[in-house]
């Protein structure tokens, strides 16, 4: 069984930052991907930052030269550092994780971001 946890949602003031966190536990073998999507109200649930199954990131144009993704292999976790908020990042923001070859998403954080 494999868990995900989230965390360092919140409340900021635009051009505030933000760091999420979402923790892979459990039988674990081998991650392929790893992302993290967002979804706002009355919205489809959109890709925010990846890492692909080669290693490379991905960004959307939105969130380019703002957000960063990363990772630390040794803990199975996944991290998305938000700066220059704006409010329209405002979302529940989900990880998803592909661990042997089987998807995963997290329990969603929310990101509130005020002008």
């Known amino acids: 069984q494999v868990q995900l946890v989230e965390s360092g949602g919140g409340s900021v003031q635009a051009g505030g930052s933000l760091r999420l966190s979402c923790a892979a536990s459990?039988?674990?073998?081998?991650?392929?991907?790893m992302g993290w999507y967002r979804q706002a109200p009355g919205k489809q649930r959109e890709l925010v930052a990846g890492?692909?199954?080669?290693?490379?990131?991905n960004y959307a144009d939105s969130v380019k030269d703002r957000f960063t993704i990363s990772r630390d292999n040794a803990k199975n976790t996944v991290y998305l550092q938000m700066n220059s908020l704006k409010p329209e990042d405002t979302a529940v923001y989900y990880c998803?994780?592909?661990?042997?070859?089987?998807?995963?998403w997290g329990q969603g954080t929310q990101v509130t971001v005020s002008s």
């Open positions: 890492f692909t199954s080669y290693g490379s990131t």
């Open positions: 459990g039988n674990i073998f081998s991650i392929n991907t």
């Open positions: 998803r994780l592909v661990i042997d070859s089987r998807m995963y």
